[in-house]
């Protein structure tokens, strides 16, 4: 009798044990897909943000048109880069500032948790002792 209400309760522990591992697994799954689908999104937002970076410090030293695309082709890391960008200075902002603005024309769908694709976007600001009128300017780019 107590042979059998052993054999009984070891078969219950048995299944709680393989169930509290199927558990682990599942969240250390769970955690190993997460880290690698921000990975390569924050990837993509690092390119994003290094040629915003370089775009607008570019544009307040005065740097050709030319010249800022040329460097913005060579920083492009998993993105293609459009073959110009627009800038619009406003005449009435006084606040000697360059913001660029870097926008993706399509959604970035190498990841597991947005099915449908998660758009990346940057835009940074730098100081512009060149012209004292705020100056907008836009790049797209198709993320790859």
């Given at each position: 009798?107590?042979?059998?209400?052993?054999?009984?309760?070891?078969?219950?522990?048995?299944?709680?044990?393989?169930?509290?591992?199927?558990?682990?697994?599942?969240?250390?799954?769970?955690?190993?897909?997460?880290?690698?689908?921000?990975?390569?999104?924050?990837?993509?937002?690092?390119?994003?943000?290094?040629?915003?970076?370089?775009?607008?410090?570019?544009?307040?030293?005065?740097?050709?048109?030319?010249?800022?695309?040329?460097?913005?082709?060579?920083?492009?890391?998993?993105?293609?880069?459009?073959?110009?960008?627009?800038?619009?200075?406003?005449?009435?902002?006084?606040?000697?500032?360059?913001?660029?603005n870097t926008s993706s024309i399509n959604t970035f769908k190498g990841n597991i948790l947005h099915k449908d694709?998660?758009?990346?976007?940057?835009?940074?600001?730098?100081?512009?002792?060149?012209?004292?009128?705020?100056?907008?300017?836009?790049?797209?780019?198709?993320?790859?």
């Amino acid at each position: 009798m107590l042979k059998t209400n052993i054999q009984a309760n070891m078969k219950n522990a048995y299944i709680e044990q393989i169930l509290m591992w199927l558990v682990i697994f599942t969240a250390f799954v769970w955690v190993f897909v997460f880290i690698l689908d921000y990975g390569s999104i924050l990837r993509k937002k690092d390119s994003l943000d290094d040629i915003s970076e370089y775009a607008s410090y570019s544009i307040a030293k005065g740097v050709s048109k030319a010249d800022v695309m040329t460097g913005l082709k060579r920083l492009a890391r998993g993105v293609t880069v459009a073959n110009d960008y627009s800038c619009s200075s406003s005449t009435s902002i006084q606040d000697y500032q360059v913001t660029f603005n870097t926008s993706s024309i399509n959604t970035f769908k190498g990841n597991i948790l947005h099915k449908d694709g998660i758009a990346i976007n940057s835009s940074k600001t730098k100081f512009n002792p060149m012209n004292r009128f705020n100056t907008v300017c836009t790049l797209r780019v198709t993320l790859k």
